[in-house]
């Protein structure tokens, strides 16, 4: 069983930074990674994916010039460097992974492991 952990979220003002962390447990697979949103009373959208090695990345257009995924398979860490944040950047992050070759469409289906969640607060 796959575990993801996500940590550094908070609240932040607006043009503001952060950087938010997800540790994996098992790296038995080399797995592509996304973070997703989810903002209340919204649906969970995809924010933006990476390839295994981390050379591929895909973003929502909404954050595009704006956030940088990246990973450091040797610390089984994905993180998510969010600069120029926005009040409609305000969701709780979540981490997952995915071995499909569809994962770049950023779409919920074509990811299995997720982790719990950390809350952005962008005022």
């Known amino acids: 069983q796959v575990q993801l952990v996500e940590s550094g979220g908070g609240s932040v003002q607006a043009g503001g930074s952060l950087t938010l962390s997800c540790e994996v447990s098992d790296l038995t697979y080399d797995y592509c990674m996304a973070w997703f949103r989810q903002a209340p009373g919204k649906e969970r959208e995809g924010v933006a994916a990476i390839s295994t090695g981390g050379a591929i990345t895909y973003y929502a257009d909404s954050v595009k010039g704006r956030f940088t995924i990246d990973k450091d398979n040797a610390k089984n860490t994905l993180y998510l460097q969010m600069n120029s944040l926005k009040p409609e950047d305000t969701a709780m992050y979540y981490c997952?992974?995915?071995?499909?070759?569809?994962?770049?469409?950023?779409?919920?289906?074509?990811?299995?492991?997720w982790g719990r969640g950390t809350q952005v607060t962008v005022s």
């Open positions: 997952a992974t995915s071995l499909r070759p569809t994962w770049y469409l950023l779409r919920e289906l074509d990811y299995r492991y």
